[in-house]
C-alpha cells in the first residue's frame, strides 16, 4: 500500500457531503428528509475525523466518531418523538406550518 | 444688734407677697377661702412688719439712704444694671404706706369677696383675686424699692399688669354682673392710657441713658446739675417726659379718663390700687426725681399747673355724679392733682403727706362704700323678687345714690366710719386731711398763688361733693326697696375699716406744725426740704370753705332729703353746669371723637385697604398667586412639561418602536432561516478566521 489515496481527497468528500447535508436542512421541509440531511452532516463530519486519524496514525479521532453515532442516534430517537408529537397535533409534519415564534 | 443690720431684710418685702401668691396658686385649690385670706393677708402683713423694721433701722440708726445689693440684672456692654434694693426715708415711707394698707385692705377683701364671689355666683375667683392682690404688693413694693428708674419701671409696669387684671376680674360682665364686656373694657382702657404714660416715661429713661449712661438713682442725681450746666434742655426734656408718665398712672389731665372707668374692679382693688398706692406711684416718681426737677422750674411749673387743674376739673365732675364709686373715683383724681401740684412746685412733704394721708381716709372712704354696696347687695338678696336669676325688667344698681338714703338707720358702723372718712377728706379739724391738705394750700401760697387758688375751689367743692354724697347716702329716707333691707356688714370687713378711720383722725400727727416729724424724716432724702409754716389765714380760710360747703350741701341735699325719682336740686340752680358736670365734660366722647374713632378710622383703612385690598387682593392674589399660577400652569406645565419632557420620552417610546418594528421582521417563525442564520454567521467567522 504504498500508493495511499492523499487526505485531501477524503477532506474534500467530506466537504461536499457536508455541503449537500446543510442544503438538504436548508431547502426541505420535511422533517425525515432534514433528519437525513443532519446524518449526512454528522457522517462528514465522522469521515473527517477518521481521515485525520489514520493520517495521522493516532486513535482519538476514531474513537470520537463512535461518539457522534451514538449521539446521533439518540438524537434521532428523540427527533422521530418530536415529529409523531407535531403530527398529531398538526396532522401534518411540513416544519414551515411551526411558525407560531413568529415575530 | 447693730440696727442698720436689718437692712439686708429689704429683698423680704418683694419675696414675702411672692411667696404668699405662690403658695395660694400651687396650694390654694385645695384650701378653704379663709386659709387663703389669711395665707395671703399673712404675707402683706409680714411685709408690713419687715417695712417697719427697716423704718426702725433708719430712725435709730443715720437715716441715709443705704442700698442694698440683691441680683443682677442686664449686663450689655457699659451698661450693667443690677436689681438693687435702696432704703431710704422715701422708699420706706411707701412701703409703710403700701403694705399697711394693703394689709388692711387684704383682711378686709376676705369678707368682702367672700360675699361678691356669691352675689356673682362665681366662688372659683376667689384664690385668684388673692393671687393678683399680692402680685400688687410685690409690684409696687419692685416700685417703691428699686435703686434705679429702670427697676422703678419694672414696677411701674408690673403694677399697671394688676390693675389691668383686678380691673377686669369680673372681666366677662359689667359692674351690675349682666353679661358683657363693659369690665374687660374699662380694663383694656386703663392698660392703653397707661402705655400712653409709659411711653413717655420710657423717652425720658431713654433720654437718661443717652446723656448719664446710667439709670441708677445715685448716678443720675450726681451727674445732673452738671449736665444742666451743659444743656439744661436735657434735664427738661426727661422731666416733662416723666410728667407725662406720671400723668398716665396717677390720672391727671389729660390721661385721668381710665381711672373713674377702673372702678369696675372690686371694691378693694379700687381701695387699694386706684386710690391708695398705685395711682400715688406718680406722686412719688417726682418726689423720687426732686433733684432733676429742682433744676428744671420750667417743668416744676408745668407739673404743679398740671396738678392744680386736674384738682378743680375731677372736683367739678365729681359734684355731678351719682355713683357712690364714681364721686369717689374723681374724688381720687382731685386729690392726686393736688399731691401733684404740691410736689410739682417743691413741697415735696407736703404731696408725700398728703399721698399717706389720703392713703388713709381714701381707702377708708372706698371700703366703706364697699360695705354699702354690699349692705343693698344683701338688702336686694331679701326682697321677694331679689333673685339675679330673675329676668325681672328693673336691674338693681347697688351703687347708685339715687336708691340709697337713710343709710345710717341699717348700717350705723358703716355710717360712722364714712363720715370720719368724708370729714378727713374735707379737711375739717383735727382730721388727717386738714393738716395734709393745708401744708400743700399754705405751700401754694407761698409759692405759687395761681395753684393756691386752684386747690382752694377744689377743696371747697371737695367738701361740697363729700356732704352731698353723705347726706344723699345716710340721710333721708330710703328711696329703694333695698336699702330699706340693708344689713351691716360683718366684722372682718368693719375692722379694718376702723384702724383706717383711726388713722384717719390721727394721721396728721405724722407732721404737725412745728413738730415736722415726716419733714425731718424725709430731709434725710430729699434734699432741701424745708418745714412749712403753719398759716392761720390759709388754714382758716380753708376751714371755713369748708364748712361753708357742707353747710351748702345740706340746704341742697340735707335739709329736703331726695325722694324717689325727684332730679338733683343741684340741677334746678346750676341748670346746663350741671349737666355739663353730670356728664364729665363730654371727656369721654370728646376722646372718642377725635382720637379713638380716627384711630378706628385708620384701623379700618389699614385692614380693608392696605391689607385687604393692597396686600391680599392685589399683592398676595395676583401677583404672588398669579405669578406662581402663570409660571406653573403655563410655563412649567405646558411647556416644559407637556412640550419638552413630554417630547422626549414620546420620541424615545417611538423609537424604541420603529427600531424592534423593523428588526422583528428577522423573527419569521421559519427553522430553515434560522439555521441558515446560523451557517452564514459560520461561514463568515470561519472565512474570517481563516482568510485573516
Known sequence: MAQTIPLSWYLAISAALFAMGALGVLIRRNPLIIFMSVELMLNAANLAFVAFARSFDVLTGQIFVFFVMTVSAAEVAVGLALIIIIFRNKHSIDVDLLNSLKG | MESSGLLPLVPLVVLLPVAGLLINIIFGGRMNEKVIGVVASGASGLAFVVSALLGFSLWSGSGEAVVVPFADWIHIGDLNVAWNFRVDTLSVLMMLVVSGVGTLI???????????????????????????????????????????????????????????????????????????????????????????????????????????????????????????????????????????????????????????????????????????????????????????????????????????????????????????????????????????????????????????????????????????????????????????????????????????????????????????????????????????????????????????????????????????????????KPRHAATEHAQESPGVITIPLMILAALAIVGGGLNLPGVHSLTLWLEHTIAGVEAGEFNFLVAGLSTILALAAIALSWVLYGRHPLVEGQKDPLKKLLGPLFTVFERKYWVDEAYWAIFVNRYVDVSRFLADVIDGRFWHDWFHEKVLAGTYNWLSRTVLDLRVDQQFIDAIANGLGDLTRRISGSLRRLQNGFVRSYALAVLTGTVIILGYLILK
Open chain 2, 106 to 476: 387684704h383682711i378686709y377683701a376676705i369678707g368682702y369677696m367672700h360675699e361678691d364671689v356669691r352675689f356673682k355666683n362665681d366662688p372659683g375667683r376667689y384664690r385668684r383675686f388673692f393671687v393678683f392682690l399680692n402680685l400688687f404688693i410685690a409690684m409696687m413694693m419692685i416700685l417703691v424699692s428699686g435703686d434705679s428708674y429702670l427697676m422703678l419701671f419694672v414696677g411701674w409696669e408690673g403694677v399697671g399688669l394688676c390693675s389691668f387684671l383686678l380691673i377686669g376680674f369680673w372681666y366677662d360682665m359689667d359692674t351690675l354682673g349682666r353679661p358683657s364686656f363693659a369690665n374687660s373694657n374699662a380694663a383694656r382702657k386703663a392698660f392703653i392710657t397707661n402705655r400712653i404714660g409709659d411711653l413717655g416715661f420710657l423717652l425720658a429713661g431713654f433720654t437718661m441713658f443717652w446723656w448719664f449712661k446710667d439709670l441708677s438713682f445715685a448716678g443720675v442725681f450726681n451727674q445732673a446739675a452738671y449736665i444742666a450746666s451743659i444743656s439744661p434742655g436735657v434735664i427738661l426734656f426727661i422731666t416733662l417726659f416723666l410728667l407725662v408718665g406720671v400723668a398716665g398712672k396717677s390720672a391727671q389731665l389729660p390721661l385721668y379718663v381710665w381711672l373713674p372707668d377702673a372702678m369696675a374692679g372690686p371694691t378693694p382693688v379700687s381701695a387699694l390700687i386706684h386710690a391708695a398706692t398705685m395711682v400715688t406711684a406718680g406722686v412719688y416718681l417726682v418726689a423720687r426725681s426732686a433733684p432733676l426737677y429742682t433744676l428744671v422750674p420750667q417743668a416744676q411749673t408745668t407739673v404743679a399747673l398740671v396738678g392744680g387743674i386736674t384738682a378743680l376739673f375731677a372736683a367739678t365732675i365729681a359734684v355731678g355724679q351719682y355713683d357712690i364709686k364714681k364721686v369717689l373715683a374723681y374724688s381720687t383724681i382731685s386729690q392726686l392733682g393736688f399731691m401733684v401740684a404740691a410736689v410739682g412746685m417743691g413741697a415735696f412733704v407736703g404731696g408725700m403727706f398728703h399721698l399717706v394721708t389720703h392713703a388713709f381716709f381714701k381707702a377708708l372712704l372706698f371700703l366703706s362704700a364697699g360695705s354699702v354696696i354690699l349692705g343693698l347687695e344683701r338688702g336686694h338678696h331679701h326682697l321677694p323678687h331679689g333673685n339675679r336669676e330673675d329676668s325681672h325688667a328693673e336691674v338693681f344698681d347697688p351703687g347708685d345714690m339715687r336708691n340709697m338714703g337713710g343709710l345710717r338707720k341699717q348700717m350705723p358702723v358703716t355710717f360712722w366710719l364714712y363720715l370720719i372718712g368724708a370729714l378727713a377728706l374735707a379737711g375739717i379739724f383735727p382730721l388727717a386731711g386738714f393738716w395734709s391738705k393745708d401744708e400743700i394750700l399754705a405751700d401754694a401760697f407761698h409759692k405759687f398763688p395761681a395753684v393756691y387758688w386752684l386747690l382752694t375751689l377744689a377743696a371747697f367743692l371737695t367738701a361740697f361733693y363729700m356732704g352731698r354724697q353723705v347726706w344723699m347716702v345716710f340721710f333721708g
